[in-house]
């Protein structure tokens, strides 16, 4: 556990003890340079450094909404350690509204860490969020929803690393989220993956999707990250009352398409399936079925894939059980 140093900064911005500090931090990708909302927030008593990201996809509205929102209302002095806050973490995904890709260079930035200071535009982008909001800290958390195209349940997402005070502490931040279900699962490259290989107890928290940012989705994304925060030990207890216990899913199936063509599903965000059940087709222009998509286990639809287009490669949905 390291301390948080007297003055908190990040490239041109530094938040003294007991402050908050604001501004965008340029970031050269190679090809473009883009330009990251930043906030500090330095606590008035040293303790964890959090790391929190939001925006890594684009397009996932509630988490950069929620985010912003939990960021510059926390109250320094009633904080204990810090925050570092990446608003809108992918900023070219961002303004091109593009769902999972970077229009840079069309990678997924969440599958591009720890990344690689001299590689691809986002190849660099996922080296400069890893060295300066991720690694330094001591407690990660990674703001996601479903991207444009997706509907999907709450829940929050964690892995066993085998350390136990790594896999306590992130669990404790997932039960604090207080959503749907908790995930267990590593995914490779991801933000919270490459952080807990490096040790930092790391969490995913997932609200919302489709574009949208209800204010119903943003609060109850903000009260968890609030309650993670606590867990974390830098903020006090938000007393909001008994949370609700997520469910625990030790399994993850994803399903992607092997073709192109329109989606049409069968099954609803939040329905419960079994092996071997029918959840949609890919079917060509014309309507004649490419795949039948079939439940290779039984579980719950996690998130759904809501588009009539699918690319091959893509996500149809997810289970969990
Ligand atoms: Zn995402």
Do not use: K
Not at 146 to 168: C, H, K, Q, W, Y
């Amino acid at each position: 556990m390291t301390t948080t140093p007297m003055t908190l900064t990040l490239e041109q911005l530094s938040a003294p003890p007991g402050d908050r500090a604001t501004g965008l931090a340029s970031v050269d990708l190679g090809t473009a340079t883009v330009e990251i909302p930043i906030v500090l927030v330095n606590g008035a008593r040293p303790g964890p450094r959090v790391g929190v990201t939001a925006g890594i996809h684009g397009a996932e509205y509630v988490s950069i909404a929620a985010l912003r929102r939990v960021a510059m209302e926390i109250d320094p002095a009633e904080m204990t350690g810090s925050l570092v806050a990446s608003l809108i973490s992918n900023p070219a995904a961002f303004a091109a509204r593009s769902i999972y890709v970077n229009p840079l260079d069309g990678r997924n930035l969440n599958r591009s860490f720890p990344g690689d200071p001299a590689g691809s535009p986002t190849e660099r982008l996922a080296a400069w969020l890893w060295s300066r909001v991720i690694e330094p800290s001591d407690r990660f958390i990674d703001c996601h929803c479903g991207d444009m195209n997706e509907a999907l349940l709450s829940f929050t997402g964690i892995e066993e690393t085998g350390d136990p005070e790594v896999d306590r502490v992130a669990r404790a931040m997932a039960e604090a989220y207080g959503l749907d279900f908790i995930v267990i699962g590593p995914t490779a490259g991801s933000t919270t993956t490459a952080a807990a290989a490096a040790g930092i107890p790391a969490v995913l928290g997932e609200v919302g999707g489709q574009g949208l940012w209800p204010e119903e989705d943003v609060a109850l994304h903000a009260a968890g990250l609030r309650r993670a925060l606590h867990a974390a030990g830098v903020l006090p207890d938000p007393g909001d009352g008994p949370r609700r216990a997520s469910r625990v899913l030790p399994l993850e199936a994803w399903l992607r398409s092997d073709v192109t063509g329109c989606w049409h599903p069968a099954v609803s965000v939040g329905q419960e399936v079994t092996a071997g059940q029918v959840l949609g087709e890919v079917q060509d222009p014309f309507g004649a079925t490419l795949r039948t998509v079939e439940a290779p286990l039984s579980g719950v639809v996690l998130f759904l894939v809501s588009s009539l287009a699918m690319n091959a490669g893509d996500p149809l949905l997810a289970i969990g059980a």
